[in-house]
């Protein structure tokens, strides 16, 4: 079956670095997306990788390898506003995006 | 970037009843909409998709019957649910892309929150 696997909850520091793992399995591969979700907002893009390494973009960056069918979001010199939900989603190949339940992130002072 | 909007934000309504929701590409052209259900700390699921001039796709286990969509135009999907009952409370969001964009990348609403009392 398909399957997307992200943490549930994670908590940084205002300032600091952090790194959401996200692993997935689908039928076929067309891309990994990341979204950032405010509570009870719909969610806005935030990047997408379809080949392996590295997509740098301000202060998010998000890094695929589809070998090991897993991907990561890092966010640097956190902000209060960054506290949200960040969802993981991968296209298969009927083009469909499979969603992972999201990562709610809480920033502390 | 494209925007999308979704209207009505919130809506209350008496079980029985029946709910439309809008969606709108304002700025662009969608030839296909996505219509989301979101419950309170899960995920989002994936209703149907809506085509423009045709029927809708509906996944497995959502009822085409109950929930009406149409793709009248280019820039214009409604979902309507029809005889909403208390477990239709949800928060559904619709979403476009634009048309021969290889990345896929999705535009949301801004979703509407439905409680059905």
């Known amino acids: 079956g398909q399957n997307i696997d992200q943490p549930t909850e994670m908590t940084a520091t205002e300032g600091a670095i952090v790194q959401i793992n996200c692993t997935y399995q689908?039928?076929?591969?067309?891309?990994l997306f990341w979204y950032q979700q405010h509570a009870g907002e719909a969610p806005t893009f935030l990047s997408y990788?379809?080949l392996d390494g590295l997509e740098e973009k301000g202060r998010f960056s998000s890094f695929l390898s589809r070998s090991k069918g897993y991907s990561y979001l890092l966010l640097k010199e956190l902000q209060m506003k960054d506290s949200a939900s960040y969802l993981c989603a991968a296209m298969d190949s009927n083009y469909q995006l499979i969603w992972g339940a999201g990562t709610k992130l809480i920033i502390k002072p | 970037g494209a925007v999308v909007s979704q209207h009505p934000s919130w809506v209350i309504c008496k079980s029985g009843t029946s709910v439309k929701i809008e969606c709108r590409s304002l700025?662009?052209?969608?030839?296909?909409m996505f219509w989301y259900r979101q419950f309170p700390k899960q995920s989002l699921m994936l209703m149907a998709t809506s085509n423009e001039g045709s029927k809708a796709t509906y996944e497995q286990g959502v009822e085409k019957d109950k929930f009406l969509i149409n793709h009248a135009s280019l820039t214009l999907s409604t979902l309507t649910v029809t005889s909403a009952h208390p477990e239709d409370s949800s928060f559904y969001i619709c979403?476009?892309?634009?048309?021969?964009?290889?990345?896929?990348?999705?535009?949301f609403g801004e979703g509407s929150r439905l409680t059905v009392l």
């Open positions: 700025d662009f052209q969608a030839t296909t």
């Open positions: 979403s476009a892309s634009l048309a021969g964009q290889d990345a896929g990348e999705l535009f």
């Open positions: 990788n379809v």
């Open positions: 689908t039928s076929g591969f067309n891309g």
